[in-house]
């Protein structure tokens, strides 16, 4: 059974740890231990920590109990002694603000009881939420996260000096898993961001001015950010990013592996997620788009090819809040990511999934009519 390691660190900063205590300790147990099943973990489940996740039949579980916890735990407490937290939290707000938070990721609680901050707790690693109802999904989503610790750690060092770069980088990868739907790349994958967008958007009261907020991003960075979406699609093989950039290349590797071990379950049909079981705001979402985007949209959500997409899509956002992206930045991403598509291939996901075809259609035919060019987006 995989094993977790807890820091509560009520700091708001966690980068810190995460480079200098959680890095060097994973890098350690890779080449003293030979532990390569290992990765992080952060959410608003149960506190404000940050957990290390390790699979003992790596090493043998005896000698993980007798060497590798306390290991594990020495060399983390030196780090909080040498730089301990020194937030004081209010433990109330804290927990309301979890369920808030938390529900947007996914994590159904509980979010008690808090830890002491600067403490360190062991037990069995919680089940993973995103496995969608599909247990065979449990070992090749830790399977996932393992082999891009290593890269998520190496994309906060790269990205240490500049919001805007981490922002871009991110949305490099948001691509790059994008690129994996099989009909026509990011051109329809990036529908799947879309749709965490517009439900996100339609959970408030006044939608429109949460719209403009996100469009205000785009006005900012959006032609910066389409110019890196586009080196992306330029250099996609196969779904494999084949560019220069060797990080980007792993990235796009794991996910390519993740997501083929996901099309297999599918076309099992092992990938299913039972009606009673939608109960997350993702499937309310989803629901909503059915009636929103018509009868194409259920075929999307009904197919293999989409049922084992969505597994490194989600699996992504699980990794976000460990670069320090909230999920309000998670959405805003979204908006950036989708604006650029839409902008680089000079059409709407309104019309991608045939919301306005009839409309499109008359456009057209009355461009033809006028012999001018048809009307583009």
Known sequence: MWQSIRVYYYSDNKEELLKHAFGPVMKELREQFGIERQYIRRHWK???????????????????????????????????QQSPSRTVLNSESYIALSRRLGGWEFEPGPYEPLQADNTIVAGPADHLSEDLGSPGLQDMLRGFYSATAPLLLETLERTEKSEEERYGLIVQLMAIIGSL???????????????????????FPEPDAVRRHMANWTDQIGRQIRYQVEAITDCVEGGIYAGADPLLRQWSLAAKALYDQAHKEALEG????????????????EDEMRVRWGKQAEQLFDSPAYAAYRIP?????????????????????????????????????????????????????????????????
């Open 46 to 80: 149960l506190g404000p920590h940050i957990a290390l996740i390790v699979d003992p039949e790596s090493c043998g579980e005896l000698r993980y109990y007798e060497e590798v916890l306390p290991y594990i735990k020495k060399r983390l407490m030196e780090y909080l």
């Open 181 to 203: 739907y099989p009909e026509d790349g990011l051109l329809r994958g990036h529908l799947s961001f879309r749709s965490q967008l517009e439900g996100y958007i339609n959970q």
């Open 313 to 377: 899509v989600n699996a992504f956002y699980y990794l976000m809040p460990l670069m320090g992206i909230t999920p309000h930045m998670k959405h805003i991403l979204c908006e950036l990511i989708s604006s650029a598509v839409e902008r680089l291939y000079g059409t709407t996901w309104q019309e991608l999934t045939g919301r306005y075809t009839g409309l499109r259609h008359r456009r057209l035919e009355l461009a033809l009519e006028a012999k001018a060019e048809p009307y583009a987006n």
């Open 270 to 285: 092992k990938l299913v997620v039972p009606k009673e079981q939608f109960k997350s705001l993702e499937d309310h979402y």
